[in-house]
């Protein structure tokens, strides 16, 4: 089955910690994005990535960080300075992010703050 | 700055009737329009796409409009089912500007049984 794998579903996350959420995907895709969704708004981009080893900041990107060591993965690092990180977070990919292309998304991990 | 707005935030429509979502864009640049659909809890899924060289593009029970010279879009769902409850999002790119897509707040459709 192919597609874009999203864990944990859930998250956790205390005053002054980084928190790591992952994803994976199998769809051969060289684009990988994460997004923020905030409940009654919109999708927010944090960042994109067209190709291993590299990535770009999105409209909110301050307090987060990524890596792309693998095409398959893209993990997204929730960091101490994002003083409010409670939210949906998604992750996607597409074929090559040349632009107008559709996304896959993954099912989402939500985290709040203890 | 540019922006994707949708025309109204919930919509109620009677089970087998049809619905309509109404999108506004105001990038008279953008060129491709997506729009998905999200379950409670879950990731955006793909609905059906439409790029500027055409008005009208149609799925199953589905249906886009695109008034380029208005920059409304509308996605039309014949026969609405129970499962079409969600929220449904329009999203805009163009390929010479902000390449990456922009979505919209979303509209929460409701399906009364």
């Known amino acids: 089955d192919g597609g874009i794998t999203q864990s944990p579903k859930y998250l956790f996350r205390k005053e002054g910690q980084n928190v790591t959420l992952s994803c994976e995907q199998n769809?051969?895709?060289?684009?990988m994005y994460w997004y923020r969704q905030d409940p009654g708004q919109g999708l927010r981009l944090i960042y994109y990535?067209?190709?291993?080893?590299?990535?770009q900041k999105g409209d909110i990107a301050e307090g987060y960080s990524v890596s792309r060591e693998k095409k398959e993965s893209f993990p997204l690092t929730v960091t101490s300075a994002q003083k409010n990180p409670t939210a949906f977070y998604l992750c996607?990919?597409?074929?090559?992010?040349?632009?107008?292309?559709?996304?896959?998304f993954g099912s989402g991990t939500q985290l709040s703050v203890l | 700055g540019e922006s994707v707005g949708l025309h109204l935030p919930t919509l109620s429509v009677q089970e087998g009737d049809n619905s309509i979502i109404n999108c506004a864009y105001s990038n008279s640049a953008s060129d491709y329009f997506i729009w998905y659909k999200q379950e409670s809890g879950k990731g955006p899924q793909f609905i059906i796409d439409?790029?500027?060289?055409?008005d009208k593009r149609q799925g199953q029970r589905v249906t886009v409009l695109l008034n380029k010279t208005v920059k409304h879009l509308s996605l039309q769902i014949a026969a609405t089912q129970p499962g079409d409850s969600a929220v449904y999002f329009c999203?805009?790119?163009?390929?010479?500007?902000?390449?990456?897509?922009?979505f919209g707040t979303g509209t929460r459709l409701t399906i009364i049984p």
């Open positions: 999203a805009e790119a163009d390929d010479f500007g902000n390449e990456k897509l922009t």
């Open positions: 769809l051969n895709h060289d684009a």
């Open positions: 990535s067209q190709i291993v080893n590299d990535f």
């Open positions: 996607a990919s597409s074929i090559d992010g040349g632009g107008s292309e559709k996304l896959f």
């Open positions: 439409i790029r500027s060289n055409m």
